[in-house]
């Protein structure tokens, strides 16, 4: 399986820490993509980094790749109460043609 | 667009009655796919869709589960009979290609109980 596995389960944070969460998976990527679920709703796409990428930012976020150890990592910068949600990873099935999303990590932010 | 459309938001039934859940994707997306979402396993994808046509279900975990794509704009995820384990949050999702790397955009998710 290609499933990805995130860690921490579940992380705790104050308003204006950073937040790094990690993502494992098992075989070679063509890219990996992070996702954010928030209470009660359907998952959003945050970013996509590709295989050949090591580091992606989109406005608070960084996203780094590390295919030698088959990682990856997402880190929030200056996190927020409205940053509170799940985040997944998720890898391509062995044809490519789907994603398969790992449990997830939820982060808690306290105002 | 209103992006990817799902009802009902909350299904409520008995064992053993049949359960239909719907979505519409969002126009010009050629990739729909649905998901199953519970605490125990997390997010398993069921089945998707390539222009209407069915590729890949080998995640449907019986054959009390049916999905179907009649036009490129609506699809149903059909159990029938339902069971408590059904119980579960069920996702529609849709992608304009159907690799993955390419972004998915989900829909809000139908929560159904089965009592």
């Known amino acids: 399986s290609q499933q990805g596995e995130e860690d921490p389960q579940a992380l705790s944070i104050q308003e204006g820490e950073n937040a790094t969460m990690n993502c494992s998976y098992k075989t070679s990527i063509n890219n990996l993509q992070w996702y954010r679920q928030n209470s009660g709703r359907g998952l959003v796409h945050l970013i996509l980094?590709?295989?050949?990428?090591r580091e992606k930012h989109s406005g608070r976020l960084r996203v780094t790749l590390d295919t030698s150890k088959k990682s990856s990592s997402l880190l929030i910068t200056a996190s927020r109460a409205a940053d509170t949600a799940s985040y997944f990873c998720a890898t391509g099935n062995q044809a490519g043609t789907a994603l398969i999303f790992g449990k997830g990590t939820t982060l808690s932010v306290s105002s | 667009d209103a992006g990817v459309i799902q009802s009902p938001r909350h299904e409520v039934t008995e064992m053993g009655q049949e359960v239909t859940l719907r979505c519409k994707p969002i126009s010009g997306h050629d990739y729909l796919f649905w998901y199953r979402q519970t605490m125990m396993r997390g997010l398993e994808l069921l089945i998707y869709?390539?222009?209407?046509?069915?590729?890949?279900d080998s995640g449907m975990p019986e054959d009390r589960f049916s999905a179907k794509m009649p036009n490129a704009s609506f699809s149903t995820l059909k159990i029938q009979p339902s069971e408590p384990r059904d119980s579960a949050v069920y996702f529609c999702?849709?992608?304009?290609?159907?690799?993955?790397?390419?972004?998915?955009?989900f829909g809000p998710g139908t929560r159904l109980t089965v009592t």
């Open positions: 980094i590709r295989s050949n990428e």
């Open positions: 999702a849709s992608s304009l290609y159907g690799t993955a790397s390419y972004e998915q955009y």
């Open positions: 869709f390539n222009n209407n046509v069915p590729i890949d």
